[in-house]
């Protein structure tokens, strides 16, 4: 059994990990909560009793615990997880702080777990529209190997957190945005985080980047245009990707619906195909709309639809946990 620490249990994403962690029966002896001052001292109900928030401080060095969950934004992650991990303390970080810095296992328990080990304690989870993208990618990398990726993502405001959130009601009741620059309801936004010099925003070169991390391939061409939508909650991608030896369409198929994780939806005669209202609430990524790309050889066009706050966030957080503890004897 473990001592657990949800940091940035009030937020969006913490409270989907208590929840998952509950929902997973994950061994935990002690429930710790961390958020900051403003919320000190409430309670939330986990299972029947009730967790006191406490205020994430220096004290939380000498607080014991075996894994601690991140999710409170990258300062903060900054700030406390290198020496918490430092002193063996298993850190899994929702943040973007640690992702590309090399020997930080970056991590899709579908996908790379066996870049886990013991003595590696600070392992960043990847961003949300990066994790359902490469599950669905891995079981054609393995197969049929990649020369080319390209991304458009259709991504729910619930992936900027509660504000995202009460833009689009905001929108809804006819009120003026306060988080995103232009409306959100009724409208889509080709900007999903800050603007970068090369003319992508930070969440396209994020997919980019970590899409080469997780599938070990330095050399693959990746490119991305993200988009904000209108919708409450789960991203859906857009996937086109030419394979290094090329299959039919039905070879493809029988890869992606006997691969871990995924639930193949693509029946167009039956209108079977998978949309946001169908992921919600689940921890599997669903691919459909499989079809060739006339226009390019070994191309192939995908659409993979994803929880983000469960799959993209929480869910797989606690699956990267479940893989350490089932590495190191449990105690
Ligand atoms: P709090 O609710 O006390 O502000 P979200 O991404 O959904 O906005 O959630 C952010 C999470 O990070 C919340 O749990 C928030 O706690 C927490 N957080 C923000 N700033 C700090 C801080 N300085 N110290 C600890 N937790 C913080």
């Not at 409270?15 to 001052?37: C, G, H, N, W």
């Not at 997880?81 to 929702?94: F, H, K, T, Y």
């Not at 049929?144 to 259709?154: D, I, Q």
Request: aromatic share 6%; hydrophobic share 40%; glycine share 6%.
């Amino acid at each position: 059994m473990y001592n657990v620490a949800v940091v940035g249990a009030t937020g969006a994403v913490g409270q989907k990990m208590i929840d998952v962690l509950t929902e997973y029966e994950f061994p935990i002896s002690e429930l710790r909560l961390y958020a900051s001052a403003r919320s000190a001292g409430k309670t939330v109900e986990v299972n029947g009793q009730s967790v006191v928030i406490r205020e994430l401080t220096d004290a939380i060095y000498a607080d014991p615990i075996d894994i601690a969950l991140f999710s409170a934004g990258g300062s903060i992650s900054e700030q406390y997880a290198p020496r918490l991990s430092e002193q063996g303390v298993i850190v899994i970080d929702n943040s973007s702080a640690f992702r590309m810095q090399e020997g930080i296992p970056l991590i899709v328990p579908e996908v790379n777990r066996v870049e886990l080990s013991p003595e590696k304690t600070l392992i960043a989870n990847p961003n949300c529209s990066t994790i359902q993208s490469v599950v669905a990618l891995a079981p054609l990398a393995e197969v049929y190997g990649l020369t080319r990726v390209a991304y458009t993502s259709y991504q729910a405001v619930s992936g900027s957190g509660q504000k995202g959130i009460d833009d689009l009601e905001r929108g809804a009741r006819g009120e003026e945005p306060t988080n995103y620059p232009y409306p959100i309801y009724d409208n889509v936004l080709p900007h999903i985080d800050v603007f970068l010099e090369n003319g992508y925003t930070k969440e396209e070169q994020k997919m980019m980047d970590e899409t080469r991390k997780i599938l070990n391939a330095p050399n693959l061409g990746v490119t991305a245009t993200c988009v904000r939508v209108p919708v409450r909650n789960s991203h859906a991608v857009s996937i086109t990707v030419t394979l290094e030896r090329d299959a039919t369409v039905a070879e493809v198929k029988a890869v992606l619906a006997d691969a871990p994780g995924i639930v193949l939806m693509d029946n167009p005669s039956e209108l079977a195909y998978p949309t946001p209202l169908d992921a919600n609430g689940t921890d599997e990524v669903y691919v459909g709309r499989i079809r060739r790309d006339d226009s390019q050889s070994n191309t192939f066009h995908l659409w993979c639809v994803a929880d983000n706050v469960r799959k993209g966030a929480a869910a797989n957080a606690v699956q990267i946990a479940q893989c350490m503890i089932s590495q190191t004897a449990t105690k």
